[in-house]
């Protein structure tokens, strides 16, 4: 299983980019990234996947360089609702019934 | 939008009592699984469950819990004889065959 690495902490202000990373250089072949985000007593919440270059969705954008060793979530203008707990996961995601794997997440806190 | 529910939202009980957290995961998901988070800590994998048996469990799911899918829309875990060390939130989550787990608001059980 591949290890994650991203910052324990980050703070921002409404309506800056809030960019990301992680890192997890024994990714392998067939590891996708999947990033949750995590409000405060609630489940975590699916945001994106990716496998490689660039996806971006209604919420955020995943940029993932070619050699795919790390990758950056990127959160657009964030609002006070954005604070939350942010979690890279690496894994066989597309596969059925796989369990995921949290590590300690970077606590994002935006700030008025 | 569909979303995995869970009942209760707040659990107390006495250590050696049984508990039983009740999910109801979203109609057309196959798969289904149990994380539980203890209070400051990471999210943790307890079990995924596809047609009608236990496909993974982590050494956290002893012989005191259990999972059943008792007709077609609820999901249990029972834990038989409650410690004081199973105090935690309790999310249930479900798939399709390869999609993303979508994770319920969760139950948070104090064992007293």
């Known amino acids: 299983l591949a290890k994650t690495t991203q910052p324990i902490s980050m703070d921002s202000y409404e309506g800056q980019e809030v960019n990301i990373t992680c890192s997890h250089n024994?990714?392998?072949?067939?590891?996708?990234i999947t990033w949750y985000q995590q409000f405060p007593s609630q489940g975590p919440r699916f945001i994106i996947q990716?496998?490689?270059t660039k996806v971006t969705n209604e919420v955020a954008s995943l940029f993932i360089p070619a050699d795919r060793k790390s990758s950056t979530l990127s959160l657009p203008r964030v609002s006070l609702s954005d604070t939350a707990v942010y979690y890279c996961?690496?894994?066989?995601?597309?596969?059925?019934?796989?369990?995921?794997?949290f590590g300690g997440g970077t606590r994002v806190l935006v700030k008025p | 939008e569909p979303e995995v529910t869970q009942t209760p939202s707040h659990q107390v009980t006495q250590m050696g009592q049984e508990v039983i957290l009740r999910c109801v995961p979203i109609?057309?998901?196959?798969?289904f699984y149990w994380y539980r988070q203890i209070l400051g800590q990471k999210v943790e994998f307890l079990v995924s469950?596809?047609?009608?048996?236990?496909?993974?469990k982590s050494e956290i799911f002893d012989d005191q819990f259990s999972v059943e899918r008792p007709d077609g829309s609820n999901f249990t875990l029972k834990i038989r004889s409650t410690k004081l060390e199973d105090s935690a939130m309790y999310f249930c989550?479900?798939?399709?065959?390869?999609?993303?787990?979508?994770f319920g608001p969760g139950t948070r059980l104090l064992v007293l």
């Open positions: 989550a479900s798939s399709e065959a390869e999609e993303t787990q979508y």
């Open positions: 024994n990714i392998a072949t067939n590891d996708y």
């Open positions: 990716g496998y490689k």
């Open positions: 996961l690496v894994g066989i995601a597309k596969a059925a019934g796989n369990k995921l794997t």
């Open positions: 109609s057309n998901h196959l798969y």
């Open positions: 469950f596809y047609n009608n048996e236990i496909s993974e």
